[in-house]
């Protein structure tokens, strides 16, 4: 033992009444054993607990904000498209609650190959040995074909490949987010970096009408973003692309002096990023909102979300 510190006493450690002190969990909170019943009988055997409360803050903020006719907007990255989600947010767009989409370039790749085929996602790695990784003949003409057509009527991309699907003869195209947008008049946004996607190694890309249509939709973007007070902003599956677009546009919009405070943002992955957590979660809601991080898989977390609210309306 050593001479200088000797083993403290704790004779004179005080204590508290354990019914006097401050808990966080209760027994009233507790989940129960779900059994049989509604999808409602299930929500409600949840814990009011830490991601279960949080879950239902959600739902009830999203509820909230189109009952006060207020945005839900949902910006998203490829892979809830990549594990089936489009159903589910077409269902969501169509009972509008969904009132716009910003996408990054990806989503548009994935959609229109399901669109068009009814399949989509490759395999990087022996396509990428092979030399042929990207190189899917109708994705990339098409899609710049799209993009260019609609620039020169004065669209975005988003609007540009959402009319192309939907006037196309496409044996898919009712699974398709920007044709549903297009078909419901709302929003569609996508945000792309030059270089990023697969369709910008094909010969039809042209660089100035990407640029463009990016541009026109990032200030339609903003547009959305500037009456989100009392919505919800949800980012679903983008780690960069989206968080950043998001940041910019509050930045923006608040710059013009629009009174862009006071609403909900959500993020949803399986890891919850460092821009996600700085760009969505944190720093927009600074000077008032409310945010919320939900962790876990897209394709089981978002329809249970989206149950939880066609359940309430």
């Given amino acids: 033992m050593s001479e200088k510190y000797k083993p403290i006493s704790f004779k004179n450690v005080k204590t508290c009444r354990l019914k006097s002190r401050k808990s966080k969990v209760a027994i009233d909170k507790a989940g129960q054993p779900f059994r049989r019943g509604s999808f409602r ?32 907007i949902l910006g998203m990255g490829a892979h809830p498209v990549k594990v089936g989600l489009s159903p589910v947010i077409i269902n969501l767009m169509q009972h509008n609650v969904i009132t716009a989409v910003a996408m990054n370039g990806a989503c548009i790749v994935h959609d229109f190959e399901l669109s068009l085929m009814g399949h989509t996602s490759e395999d990087v790695d022996a396509e990428l040995c092979r030399g042929t990784f990207g190189m899917a003949e109708e994705t990339g003409r098409d899609l710049n074909r799209a993009i260019k057509a609609g620039v020169k009527k004065g669209f975005g991309i988003g609007r540009s490949v959402g009319e192309y699907i939907l006037k196309s003869k496409a044996a898919y195209k009712k699974s398709s987010i920007p044709a549903a947008a297009s078909e419901l008049n709302i929003p569609a946004t996508v945000h792309v970096a030059i270089g990023a996607d697969i369709i910008h190694m094909h010969p039809e890309a042209d660089g100035a ?66 821009r996600c957590r700085e760009n969505v979660l944190r720093r927009p809601v600074l000077s008032g909102g409310r945010s919320y991080a939900l962790t876990g898989h897209h394709e089981i977390m978002f329809p249970l979300l989206a149950a939880a609210i066609m359940e309430e309306i």
């Fill in 41 to 72: 009988d299930f929500l409600d055997s949840l814990p009011d607990i830490l991601a279960a409360r949080d879950f239902r803050s959600v739902a009830g903020s999203i509820i909230n904000a189109r009952e006060k006719d207020r945005p839900v």
């Fill in 209 to 274: 009408s990407i640029g463009k249509g990016s541009m026109l939709d990032f200030k339609l973007l903003s547009s959305v973003i500037s009456e989100l007070k009392g919505g919800v902003y949800i980012n679903l599956g983008s780690a960069v692309i989206m968080p950043e677009v998001f940041l910019k546009a509050i930045a923006v919009t608040r710059n013009l002096k629009y009174d862009v405070r006071d609403f909900t943002t959500v993020n949803m992955d399986f890891i919850q990023h460092y």
